[in-house]
């Protein structure tokens, strides 16, 4: 057993910024062929297309809403068009938002329900008759659906969502020897880790164990794991990957 990859067929919804980023590159740097969607930010998907170019091997950056049922059942087109099947699902697209519960509006509810937890919904299912035995589909979690974290109720609610929502399809799909798991990152120094104000990043800083937050590449190794056949028996959990916070 290895962290080979070669030949998996890998989709990472929000595959070419962040976390989904790494995700992506971390992948096709163990030899899957990645499709990675986005939905808007065209420099960062074309960036990420040079850089998956280099690594060489038959990869696709497509733009593709996954809130959008639409815009999903073209992408599942699209993956059965190019691989014919899918070994591997990331639903990796997420939206973060803070605000306090008195002036959280219902728009922005819907907004972060869609993103975080109906599009996982949407894709799964969509991409569920392309994957073949040993699947495996990895949802990215966080650290707040556990934990609560104040003025992220609606993000919460939809992590937490996403957490109930992986257990019951490791029961479901596990008849098929597809595993769903989930890997939960504390905060990550991505765009919206990084636009923590100063105080709430020196506070999260120290709480951490490990005396640091997270890198893309710390959540894209734990999903490279569930993604191999190292973690064949892994179905139904959640890896924190926080630093031990
Ligand atoms: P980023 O904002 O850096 O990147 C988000 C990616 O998702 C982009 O590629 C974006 O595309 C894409 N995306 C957003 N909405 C949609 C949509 N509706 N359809 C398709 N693609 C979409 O986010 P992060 O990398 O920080 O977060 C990635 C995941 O990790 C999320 O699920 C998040 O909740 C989770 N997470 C992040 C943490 C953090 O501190 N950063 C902590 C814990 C969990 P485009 O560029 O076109 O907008």
Redesign the pocket.
């Known amino acids: 057993m290895n962290l080979d990859l070669n030949n998996r067929r890998a989709l990472v919804?929000?595959?070419?910024?962040?976390?989904?980023?790494a995700i992506s590159l971390a992948l096709a740097g163990a030899g899957a062929n990645v499709v990675a969607?986005?939905?808007?930010?065209e420099e960062?998907?074309a960036e990420l297309g040079r850089r998956l170019k280099q690594l060489g091997g038959d990869h696709h950056v497509v733009?593709?809403?996954?809130?959008?049922p639409a815009?999903v059942a073209a992408l599942a087109d699209h993956v059965r068009t190019v691989y014919g099947g899918l070994d591997v699902v990331v639903n990796?697209?997420?939206?973060?938002s803070m605000a306090p519960l008195a002036v959280l509006e219902g728009e922005e509810w819907r907004r972060v329900l869609?993103?975080?937890l109906t599009?996982a919904f949407l894709v799964t299912q969509a991409m569920l008759p392309l994957l073949g035995e040993d699947a495996s589909v990895i949802m990215?979690?966080?650290?707040?659906a556990e934990r609560g974290v104040p003025m992220r109720a609606h993000?919460g609610a939809a992590?937490a969502g996403l957490a109930g929502f992986t257990r019951s399809l490791a029961k479901e799909l596990g008849g098929r020897r597809i595993r769903v798991n989930i890997v939960?990152?504390?905060?990550?120094?991505?765009?919206?880790?990084a636009g923590l104000p100063e105080e709430l990043f020196q506070r999260f800083t120290g709480l951490t164990p490990l005396g640091r937050l997270?890198q893309?590449d710390d959540?894209a190794g734990a999903v490279l794991f569930l993604a191999a056949d190292l973690s064949q028996f892994v179905n139904g959990v959640t890896i924190a990957v926080d630093g031990g916070i």
Request: glycine share 16%; charged share 25%.
């Open positions: 919804t929000g595959g070419t910024r962040g976390v989904g980023r969607c986005y939905r808007a930010d960062s998907a733009r593709a809403d996954v809130t959008a815009d990796n697209a997420g939206v973060d869609d993103t975080d599009s990215i979690g966080s650290a707040a993000y992590k939960a990152p504390g905060i990550v120094e991505t765009e919206p880790g997270a893309p959540v």
